[in-house]
């Protein structure tokens, strides 16, 4: 029904910049809101970003100004522009998107972003 891949993640410096990508494979569903969270070794998962289908946007302090979120044009496709990364950005990033039409969140698998001097 929908399948959401991550893509971008990686090592970079901190200062350095990153883009991830969200695509539902199969968009089937339209999704709204969809965002992005990320979970760091032992610690819980958190919200990083999330926006509407109406372009409203809700950030997490520790991002703000830093990050931006946004939806591609094609259904069902969010980025995360990423500036300015923290050793504390560190992090495995997941996409996240909820069908209001049934009611259920879907997950993608995630994607490691590593920042390290």
């Known amino acids: 029904q929908v399948q959401l891949v991550e893509s971008g993640g990686g090592l970079v410096q901190p200062g350095g910049s990153l883009r991830l990508s969200c695509v539902d494979s199969?968009?089937?569903?339209?999704?709204?809101?969809m965002g992005w969270y990320r979970q760091a070794p032992g610690k819980q998962r958190e919200l990083v970003a999330d926006i509407t289908s109406d372009g409203n946007t809700n950030y997490a302090d520790s991002v703000k100004g830093r990050f931006t979120i946004s939806r591609g044009n094609a259904k069902n496709t969010v980025y995360l522009q990423m500036n300015s990364l923290k050793i504390e950005d560190t992090a495995v990033y997941y996409c996240?998107?909820?069908?209001?039409?049934?009611?259920?969140?879907?997950w993608g698998k995630g994607t490691m972003v590593t920042v390290s001097p």
């Open positions: 199969r968009s089937i569903f339209s999704l709204n809101p």
């Open positions: 996240k998107g909820r069908s209001p039409a049934i009611g259920m969140d879907y």
